[in-house]
């Protein structure tokens, strides 16, 4: 078994042996600019913490791993070009650094990248890993159309919200879960409780970046604050607000998710405000708290000893406090 | 053995019989303007084609029919979306009708629809059919940024321009060809000829795109005619001109492709004087007719009867005369 940091390095030699070099330059340097340095690389390090738990071995997970995070990326840089944000792990963002059409072609070509990873691997499971590949691939883009959709909606519920950050971000979790432990041959049951596992933590770490926005740290975020606000998101503060909000907050809330000012800064300003008069930050961490409780019911489930699950503990404990 | 119109027709009943509906609507909507009554299915035709010519029985390539043409209209999506073409087939593109985020989504879908598609094929050659559409799919990416590069160079020679094409347009041929003969467990050095006659139609079908962009009818080309002079395209038709002017002419001819002015009507017509002095669109049509000669040659050293290579024959007249 590894730890959590050793996995993190494995996945970052992984990346670090492949050349993502390739002719005409302008469609492989955005590749290898977005997959070369950047990220967390949760998604591949799960991937193999769920090989690992049910016995299996890593290397043989090599391509999948690699395959997801080059998916992830794919996902990335083209919802970078439709939400029209500047920067992403304090670098601009392919559209910004060279153009909209190259984001646009190089994002497609990441996606075949991806598939063209999956296609390396060796395993009698591989129709069921493609299949899940596929199925997930498909769910997030429904979840970032679902995203785009709230912007001009004014009665999104919590309820389609939470199943939009399913679709959009913990469904991904979950597909590199399921992915893993169908590398090391898991029973049904195990993946399904596994996957639920995926769910809930990412459920809990979309509504943490969904704070993060609205409070975190540029410098160590490495995002803008405020976008969301800026943007008229309706994330799940906004939507805990409204149904907080005296009528005169919530009158006030929708007219300024109404507004697109040119400098977003009184807006951000006013909008924190009654979020801290509704005491929206406090509510938030509540729900990410029993997200995370539920998460930990699910990996519970998994017949298999603790000692075997403390790779995935100690990840579900860093997206819950987000210092990954 | 099917007639080119036969297999054009089971290819339509295909479609008619697929749903590409779902939820978020914004998402599916713009899959299933794209793929409900469109286009020619010149390559899932071909596809069916070759798995009938080595004896392969055409109702168990169905999926690998609907996942290539699906393929191929996501990269018109995206194409369209990168070069500002507001029309195709005679309607709004899906940037237009839409916006540009839902064409940038709907068509990351297509894409992952595709693989779908090619996922529901049982086949013991499954995974070189994957491997097979995995490469032309990146080759076709390849192809469209080499061609978005060549709009900002003055040096494009005539054989970068043919691979570019080749990358582009003629892969996407030998692609379904191949993946056709696949299907039907036909032999290594078979496939190779059968490839090599698709990139050699799909050349021609491409120099033929640009003569008919240049002097085809709008209505029945159903595109806007003189659109790769006004997006300063250097296809065939420019470079072989550049080859053949007179120092003035190459100036001139030059200086308007580093134009882009508001209304585009004089230097077209400009660009076509200088074109029609050269004699160009007559050299255009004697390539066209030797390419299409060698890919005939290709064909014949396939080794299966001439009555089973009848309708990729009617296929490659009805390209070369571009009457489809």
Known sequence: MHTLSQLTEIVKNFFAEEQ???????????????????????RPVLLLAATEMFGGNIDTARYAAIGIET????????????????????????YRKWNENIAILSGDAMNILAWRYFLRIKHPNLHSI?????????????????????????????????????????????????????Y??????????????????????????DLLDAY?????????TGTDIRDNKKTYLFLRAIEKASPEQRKQLLHLFSTTPENADNKINEVLN?????????????????????AMESLNNIKRPDSDKQTLIEMAQKLLNRNI
Do not use: W
């Open 71 to 94: 998916f992830h990326n794919f996902t990335l840089l083209h919802d970078d070009l439709m939400d029209r944000s500047p920067v992403r792990r304090g670098k601009p963002t392919v």
């Open 20 to 42: 993502f070099t390739g002719s005409p330059s302008l469609l492989y340097e955005p590749i290898a600019y977005t997959l070369a340095d950047g990220g967390k690389r949760i």
């Open 184 to 209: 090391a041959n898991a029973p049904d049951d195990d993946i399904k409780h596994l996957y639920d596992f995926g769910i809930g933590i990412g459920l809990a770490f979309q509504l943490r970046d």
């Open 130 to 182: 493609l299949s899940t590949f596929e199925q997930t691939s498909m769910e997030i883009c429904e979840g970032q159309q679902y995203d785009m959709d709230f912007e001009s909606r004014n009665d999104v519920t919590i309820d389609e919200y939470m199943e939009m950050i399913r679709l959009k971000t913990a469904v991904l979790l979950g597909g590199a879960l399921k992915i893993g432990a169908l």
């Open 216 to 224: 975190g740290d540029t410098a160590t975020f490495g995002k803008q």
């Open 274 to 294: 009654i979020y801290a008069a509704l005491d929206i930050r406090h509510e938030v961490e509540k729900q990410i708290e029993q997200l995370h409780k539920k």
